[in-house]
T-cell receptor, first 109, second 114 residues
Framework: KNEVEQSPQNLTAQEGEFITINCSYS?????LHWLQQHPGGGIVSLFM?????KKHGRLIATINIQEKHSSLHITASHPRDSAVYIC???????????WGAGTKLIIKP | EAGVAQSPRYKIIEKRQSVAFWCNPI?????LYWYQQILGQGPKLLIQ????????DSQLPKDRFSAERLKGVDSTLKIQPAKLEDSAVYLC????????????FGEGSWLTVV
């Protein structure tokens, strides 16, 4: 079993829909990252969370440390949001990031 | 603010040849990471530098891969000799200190070994 599980693996939605991508992890962490990777492009860091909730534009990320769960929400989704969204966790003082498999999001116009 | 710069963007080499990738992190970022991302998989950390010292290179195949970060600024990742399974995107990233800060990624260097 992977230490970081993302769901869904693939998500196709219509423009304007509210999107939720989930990330569950099985170990104690010190931080969780949400990242975005466009096809053929580099990785962009969206959020780094250790508790609570963060918002940036149409993106919202939440984390529940007790339940070992985080969600990434996209409001008023747009075709340019189409990308792979990756959840990665840092274990304590270990420098390694444990990566989820990613969620491939396609927003249709 | 200039981002993480990587070169070359694309490289095709034959197996057993050598290749080198260069990375210039964001100015002032002490920590530099090299990741390998094979198509369809998540990135795998190859090596992490703190200034010019190695913090973690446990997943670096040291028989063929080497990396250095002289003067604690830009870094070079070398593969010699390359194998077919080395075909991947090599991502460089940097952060102010370590994973406690936001990580900034370069666009990656795409390697195809034929």
């Amino acid at each position: 079993k992977n230490e970081v599980e993302q769901s869904p693996q693939n998500l196709t939605a219509q423009e304007g829909e509210f999107i939720t991508i989930n990330c569950s992890y099985s170990v104690g962490i010190s931080a969780l990252h949400w990242l975005q990777q466009h096809p053929g492009g580099g990785i962009v860091s969206l959020f780094m969370l250790s508790s609570g909730k963060k918002k940036h534009g149409r993106l919202i990320a939440t984390i529940n440390i007790q339940e070992k769960h985080s969600s990434l929400h996209i409001t008023a989704s747009h075709p340019r949001d189409s990308a792979v969204y990756i959840c990665a966790v840092r274990l304590g003082s270990n420098y390694q990031l444990i990566w989820g498999a990613g969620t491939k999001l396609i927003i249709k116009p | 603010e200039a981002g993480v710069a990587q070169s070359p963007r694309y490289k095709i080499i034959e197996k057993r040849q050598s290749v080198a990738f260069w990375c210039n992190p964001i100015s002032g970022h002490a920590t530099l990471y090299w990741y390998q991302q094979i198509l369809g998989q998540g990135p795998k950390l190859l090596i992490q530098f703190q200034n010019n010292g190695v913090v973690d290179d446990s997943q670096l195949p040291k028989d063929r891969f080497s990396a250095e970060r002289l003067k604690g600024v830009d870094s070079t990742l070398k593969i010699q000799p390359a194998k077919l399974e080395d075909s991947a995107v090599y991502l460089c990233a940097s952060s102010l200190i370590d994973y406690g800060n936001t990580i900034y990624f370069g666009e990656g260097s795409w390697l195809t070994v034929v």
